[in-house]
Antibody, heavy 121, light 108 residues
């Protein structure tokens, strides 16, 4: 059974930093790209970042580019999101999501339950 | 970036009725790389449809997807009580991936 378990969400002050983690199990982690998607309270889904199966390629939404860094450790079946220079508008539930296909472009077939990041003074 | 616009914002129907949800893209979606997700309160999104018209594993056949280019539709043929939720479309044909703003399907 595929499982994605996010952690690391807390209350942080504007300008602060945070590192989210996603522990994956139930599939061959290093076969698939992984994504972070966020959802502000009461709002819709926003794609945040993508990392290729080997970590060699990364992509970001314009809203987080230069502030967030996605990474992965295939030896630990783990995905990460380093978040710096946090702003109030980064407040959201952060989901990690698994790409369904090995191909470069893919939809998401599994999602974690999310970890809540609140940016507030 | 491809902008996806879903309509209506809220759809009020009764169990047993047919639901038709629309997703329009600001430019053509490559290879019909469009997916639909269902999200219930307090839950993560669940994949329903990929490739515009292929049902994901375990999804009942009352859910169907259609469309190509810039216009896509999710149809629920006969609404069951558990179908009332928020539905999102997503395009994954062009970077960056993008989602529509969602359609809330509520009980009338």
């Amino acid at each position: 059974e595929v499982q994605l378990v996010e952690s690391g969400g807390v209350v942080v002050q504007p300008g602060g930093s945070l590192r989210l983690s996603c522990a994956a199990s139930g599939f061959t982690f290093d076969d698939y790209a992984m994504h972070w998607v966020r959802q502000a309270p009461g709002k819709g889904l926003e794609w945040v970042s993508l990392i290729s199966w080997d970590g060699g390629s990364t992509y970001y939404a314009d809203s987080v580019k230069g502030r967030f860094t996605i990474s992965r450790d295939n030896s630990k079946n783990s995905l990460y999101l380093q978040m710096n220079s946090l702003r109030a508008e980064d407040t959201a539930l952060y989901y990690c999501a698994k790409a369904a296909l090995i191909a470069a472009r893919s939809y998401f077939d599994y999602w974690g339950q999310g970890t809540l990041v609140t940016v507030s003074s | 970036e491809i902008v996806l616009t879903q309509s209506p914002g809220t759809l009020s129907l009764s169990p047993g009725e047919r639901a038709t949800l629309s997703c329009r893209a600001s430019q053509s979606v490559s290879s019909s790389y469009l997916a639909w997700y269902q999200q219930k309160p307090g839950q993560a999104p669940r994949l329903l449809i990929y490739g515009a018209s292929s049902r994901a594993t375990g999804i009942p056949d009352r859910f169907s997807g259609s469309g190509s280019g810039t216009d896509f539709t999710l149809t629920i043929s006969r609404l069951e009580p558990e179908d009332f939720a928020v539905y999102y479309c997503q395009q994954y044909g062009s970077s960056p991936d993008s989602f529509g703003q969602g359609t809330k399907l509520e009980i009338k």
